[in-house]
């Protein structure tokens, strides 16, 4: 338990000096950040939506640089094929014997992060290439199987005002995704620091944090968070509140709501909750923990009906509205 303990407090101090050493290239974006490293050690993908300008790139590369993690950007196209993002077999002649044989040359998806520029201006067909990656963790070319490098992070953008000519990810495949992020617009003061910043030049003196061992090790850790029943219960009742055809759910959800969450929002709820919790220092989750990630994990999963979209009324709305409604239990020392 000792052990645990300890590992529990190198998160929290890795989190603490990662948000700094970031912060050195970013400014503000304070949630968003943390979002991304309750994601990461979750072991888990992310959408991030915004629009762009928003540094949401290099938010992710300098993730990437502060963990010593490869890094790669897939900026998805309508052209683009799978075999651009996993690899693909290349003839090529031995030397040696002079024989013809083929070589499976990596595609961008063989890097630790991977971020999927605009997903959804690319084909359904390319999209699953990259969704059964990160399914898997593996990539099929031919007849052959190749693994991922753990620990592999995928995280895909969406711009929300261009939908002309675009392939929106159906909820099944946006499932997948552990938190859907809102990347929203500085405020005045940071953004006038933003201002400052990047019309001078900066050498951004960054600092390694973690590597890719500890955070394989930091991800077990999170597992091992011990979760009261009545946190379960209320991640729960929320995740169930959601579906408009449970009898004991709310008018409102009813009204607005085609498709509610299913069992895999309650699994995140739980995993984004100990993630929380270990890099708040706490090495036991609370319903807090649960509330906290409750947008980010429902907003992708719920599909509004047409009585919503006509009254103007957002997933995000209705989320709020559940919060509002359910029951919170009074958090118990675990």
Known sequence: MSEDIDA??????????????????????GEVIDQLLISLFSGSHCFMVGVP??????LVSTLAKVLNLSFKRIQFTPDLMPSDITGTDIMQENPETGARELHFTQGPIFSNMVLADEINRTPPK?????LEAMQEKQVTAGRKTYQLEPPFFVLATQNPLEQE????????????FMLSIFVDYPDEEDELEVL????????????EVLTAADIIELQDTVKKVPVGDHVFKYALDIVRKTRPKNADSFDFVKE???????????QNLILGAKARALMEGRFYATCEDVEFLALPVLRHRLATNFNAESEGVTTNDIIKKILEKVEKPGNVTV
Do not use: F, S
């Not at 529990?8 to 974006?29: C, F, H, P, T, W």
């Not at 000519?165 to 997948?176: F, K, N, S, V």
């Not at 400052?196 to 600092?207: F, G, L, Q």
């Open 165 to 176: 000519g675009t392939y929106p990810l159906p909820e099944a495949q946006l499932d997948r």
């Open 126 to 130: 390319t999209q699953a290439a990259l």
């Open 53 to 58: 300008g928003l540094a949401k790139t290099l």
């Open 8 to 29: 529990a407090d190198k998160l929290a101090k890795a989190a603490n000096e990662l948000r700094k050493e970031v912060g050195k290239v970013i400014v503000g974006q």
């Open 196 to 207: 400052k910043r990047t019309t001078v030049k900066m050498n951004h003196d960054i600092k």
């Open 256 to 266: 607005w709501l085609e498709v509610g969450a299913g069992p895999r929002a309650g």
